[in-house]
């Protein structure tokens, strides 16, 4: 295992790709659609219709390797999360596991957000171009845009992204505290188990909700929305649990000089 000192600098440097990668999420999946950015075909007479699109090689092109594309960070985000590959990387990266789990994330992403072919020519699904629509649904989009975001980052924080980002069991190793999952409780540890993304439903928002829906952000939107439909597994007891650790974390909000909890 590397020394106590290399291990820091490594999960700082997986943190700040992560939170790079984060904001360029936000532009890709935000900021791009609502304020522009996409390249433009012209008129709406320029666009194909759906049979057209199925017969037209240049679409096909581009949504076969967009396909591709999210193919790679799901199959990359689904194997290393499997207890195989947990296995074998904590035995040839130790703590770092977590770490290098979320900069494998980014890069995967990144690929993704850099790489993507937009299809400007195909059909869109809905598009607000009349008045007074395309005035209100884009302000509409934007606003719930906004709440979506400012309500993951405070889910994150609830859900200790520290630990999430791999800096909690560095942090943790050096100081020579064990494993922080060690110190949950069996119901925290339940819910890890059904939970693969604590953000499903804010980010269906930001994936569906905007004013025009193109042939490339379906493709989006449809695959990642299976994705984490398929990832989760939730019941009674883990939405209690839920809602016992975010009114525990808004009290301890409220009364800092209680100081820390497990």
Do not use: N
Request: hydrophobic residues 50%; proline residues 6%.
């Amino acid at each position: 295992m590397a020394p106590a000192l290399l291990l820091v600098p490594a999960a700082l440097a997986s943190f700040i790709l992560a939170f790079g990668t984060g904001v360029e999420f936000v532009r890709f999946t935000s900021l791009r659609p609502l304020l522009g950015g996409i390249p433009d075909s012209g008129s709406p007479d320029a666009r194909q219709g759906w049979l057209a699109a199925l017969k037209d090689r240049s679409v096909l092109a581009s949504l076969a390797w967009d396909l591709g594309l999210l193919l790679l960070f799901v199959g990359q985000h689904s194997l290393m999360a499997t207890e195989t590959v947990k296995a074998w990387t904590s035995q040839y990266f130790g703590v770092l596991q977590r770490s290098l789990y979320v900069a494998c994330t980014a890069l995967a992403l990144q690929l993704v957000m850099r790489y993507w072919e937009p299809v400007p020519r195909g059909p869109v699904l809905w598009e607000a171009r009349a008045e007074p629509w395309a005035t209100w649904v884009p302000l509409l989009c934007f606003v719930l845009h906004v709440i979506s975001w400012l309500l993951i980052f405070s889910i994150l924080l609830v859900f200790d992204y520290a630990e999430l980002m791999g800096l909690k069991q560095v942090y943790y190793h050096v100081l020579g505290l064990g494993e922080p999952l060690a110190l949950k409780s069996p119901r925290a540890l339940r819910l890890f188990s059904h939970l693969r993304h604590p953000v499903c439903v804010e980010l269906l928002t930001v994936l569906w909700v905007v004013p025009t829906l193109g042939t490339d952000r379906l493709l989006l939107a449809l695959l990642l929305t299976l994705y984490l439909g398929l990832a989760h597994g939730l019941d009674q007891q883990d939405l209690r649990y839920l809602r016992a650790q975010l009114q525990r974390k808004l009290h301890l909000l409220s009364r800092p000089q209680d100081g820390e909890t497990e």
